[in-house]
C-alpha cells in the first residue's frame, strides 16, 4: 500500500492524498461503508459502487469469525470472493466489539477471552491469532488488535490499558511480519493509538506507534463517552505526531461535524455506522441539515429528499413518500433512507477534498458545520 499527499489546505492541517492498494486506488479524506458482517445493511454493492461512489468498506473480524467463519471464507477465497466487493477493504481487529461484551468477556495479558453473542460457545482472540483471521478474511487492510478503553477511565487503568495494548502490538507486528498474505495481494497493518483523554498518555502512544514504522497509522479510543470538544483535542495531540506522509484512520467517527473537524486536524480515513443505522431509524442527514422522517411535517411535503443530494433516490423519491415508508414499516424505507446517508456521506468528504484542492477548505467548513446541524 502506498500513500501520496497531493494537496494540502494553507490555513489547517487537512490534507487530500491517495492511497493505492491492489484492489484500487482510494482518494482521501475518505469515509467506509461499515460492512460489519460482509454486507453493508439494506444496500446492494451495485448501490455501493454506482450511486454511493464508495470506494473501499469495512469489515468486522469479531463478526466474520462467528459468522460464516473463517473455514467458510477461507474455501471462498476470501471476502472479496465470498461477497463480491472487488475494491479495497479494510477490517476491524475485533478489539471494540470485546471490549463492549464488558459482561462476557475477561482480558489477560495472553488475549481476550469471551463469549459469542450468539450462541454463548466461549473463544480467545489474541494478538497472534487476529493476524491469522484477518489474513484469512483477506482484508488490504488490517488492524492491530486493542483494548479500547471506555471515555470515563482514570487515569491509572488507561495507562494500564494502553500498555497492555502497546504489547500486544508488538506480538501482532512479529505474527504479520512472519506471515504471508494468502490470496496473492498485498495487505497492511496499522497500528492504533490508545490512551483515553489524557494528553500525556496519548503523545506517548503516538510516540510508540509512529515508531513502528508502518503504511499507516490508526487513533482508536475516542467517541466512546468523552466529550466532543476533548476527542478534537486528543486528534490534535495524536496529529501533531504521527507521520504526515502516512494515512491517519479515526475509527468510528462520527457525525458529519465531527468528519470536518477531524479532517481540519489532519484525519484522511473515517468509518461509522451512524448513516446507516440513523437511517434505518428514519433519520437523514442532508446538505441543510438533518429530518427525522417519521415527522408529521413531512406528510405532504413532495419536494425531493435533497435536492442538492448525488444519490439517484434524492430525486427520484419525495419526503412525503419516505414519511409514508417510514410509518408503514417498509423495508423500503431503509434502503433508501442508509443510500441516501452514504452517499450523503461520500459526497461530503468529496466536497472537503475538493475545497482542499481550491484552498479554500477553512472558510467552506465553518459553513458546512453551522448547516449540518440544524434540525428540519
Not at 492541517?13 to 486506488?25: E, F, L, P, S
Not at 477471552?113 to 450462541?119: A, E, G, L, V
Not at 499507516?216 to 486528543?234: F, H, N, R, S
Amino acid at each position: 500500500m502506498t500513500f501520496e499527499i497531493q494537496h494540502t489546505d494553507p490555513n489547517s492541517n487537512a490534507r487530500a492524498g491517495k492511497i493505492t492498494t491492489d484492489h484500487g486506488v482510494i482518494e482521501t479524506p475518505i469515509f467506509m461503508p461499515v460492512g460489519t458482517v460482509a454486507s453493508v445493511k439494506a444496500v446492494h454493492f451495485h448501490e455501493l459502487k454506482e450511486d454511493i461512489k464508495a470506494q473501499i468498506i469495512l469489515g468486522n473480524t469479531y463478526h466474520l469469525y462467528l459468522r460464516p467463519g473463517i473455514d467458510t471464507l477461507e474455501r471462498a477465497g476470501g471476502l472479496h470472493k465470498f461477497n463480491g466487493w472487488d475494491k479495497p477493504i479494510l477490517t476491524d481487529s475485533g478489539g471494540y466489539q470485546v471490549f463492549s461484551l464488558s459482561g462476557n468477556r475477561k482480558l489477560k495479558e495472553e488475549g481476550a477471552t469471551f463469549r459469542s453473542h450468539i450462541d454463548g460457545s466461549k473463544h480467545l482472540f489474541t494478538p497472534e491469532n487476529v493476524v491469522d483471521i484477518q489474513r484469512i478474511i483477506g482484508a488490504d487492510i488490517i488492524m492491530a488488535f486493542d483494548e479500547c478503553t471506555p471515555g470515563t477511565a482514570d487515569f491509572a487503568y488507561a495507562k494500564k490499558s494502553m500498555e497492555l495494548t502497546h504489547r500486544w502490538l508488538e506480538r501482532g507486528l512479529n505474527r504479520f511480519d512472519q506471515t504471508e498474505p494468502k490470496y496473492g495481494y498485498s495487505q497492511t497493518y496499522f497500528p492504533i493509538v490508545q490512551g483515553c483523554v489524557y494528553p500525556e498518555l496519548r503523545r506517548q502512544s503516538a510516540e510508540f506507534i509512529a515508531s513502528q514504522h508502518r503504511e499507516g497509522y490508526a487513533i482508536g479510543g475516542l467517541a466512546v463517552g468523552e466529550p466532543t470538544e476533548i476527542m478534537y483535542e486528543m486528534i490534535e495531540v495524536v496529529n501533531e505526531i504521527l507521520p504526515k506522509d502516512k494515512p491517519r484512520y479515526l475509527m468510528g467517527v462520527g457525525t458529519p461535524q465531527n468528519i470536518l473537524e477531524a479532517i481540519e486536524r489532519g484525519v484522511d480515513m473515517f468509518d461509522c455506522v451512524m448513516p446507516t443505522r440513523n437511517g434505518r431509524n428514519g433519520m437523514l442527514f442532508t446538505s441543510q441539515g438533518i429530518m427525522n422522517m417519521k415527522n408529521e411535517k413531512w406528510k405532504n411535503d413532495f419536494s425531493p429528499l435533497d435536492e442538492f443530494g448525488t444519490s439517484y433516490v434524492d430525486k427520484a423519491y419525495s419526503k412525503a413518500y419516505l414519511r409514508h415508508l417510514f410509518i408503514s414499516k417498509e423495508y423500503l424505507a431503509l434502503q433508501i433512507a442508509s443510500i441516501h446517508n452514504l452517499a450523503f456521506y461520500l459526497w461530503l468528504v468529496g466536497e472537503a477534498r475538493s475545497h482542499i484542492q481550491a484552498g479554500d477548505f477553512s472558510s467552506w467548513k465553518r459553513g458546512m458545520v453551522e448547516q449540518l446541524g440544524r434540525r428540519l
